[in-house]
Nanobody, 126 residues
């Protein structure tokens, strides 16, 4: 079993940057694909970014492309989401998710991920 804990969220003004972290425990996630998703009030959870187990491949939602970078440190068993030029529409709870299959390819599909964190709130004021 894998436990994921997100951190780094907060209340910020538009235009600033935040770096979210997702620390895994219980089992390594260094061999599995990992993703970030977000859910705004009244909306469905949506894909933000994903990274392959090696870090060699990444994918981003069109809404964040160019402003967001996903990365991972497999020694620390941690995945990061660097978000720049934040906008009010980025306000949401951000969730980290990991696939349980070793060597899995990255995916933007929610149902491809088996383990989820509790989320961290990001609020961007205008």
């Amino acid at each position: 079993q894998v436990q994921l804990v997100e951190s780094g969220g907060g209340l910020v003004q538009a235009g600033v940057s935040l770096r979210l972290s997702c620390a895994a425990s219980g089992r390594t996630i260094s061999s599995t694909a990992t993703g970030w998703f977000r859910q705004a009030p009244g909306k469905e959870r949506e894909f933000v970014a994903a990274i392959s187990w090696s870090g060699g491949n990444t994918a981003y939602a069109d809404s964040v492309k160019g402003r967001v970078t996903i990365s991972r440190d497999n020694v620390k068993n941690t995945v990061y989401l660097q978000m720049n030029s934040l906008k009010p529409e980025d306000t949401a709870v951000y969730y980290c998710a990991a696939d349980r299959r070793i060597g899995s390819r990255l995916s933007w599909e929610i149902n491809e991920y088996d383990y989820w964190g509790q989320g961290t709130q990001v609020t961007v004021s205008s």
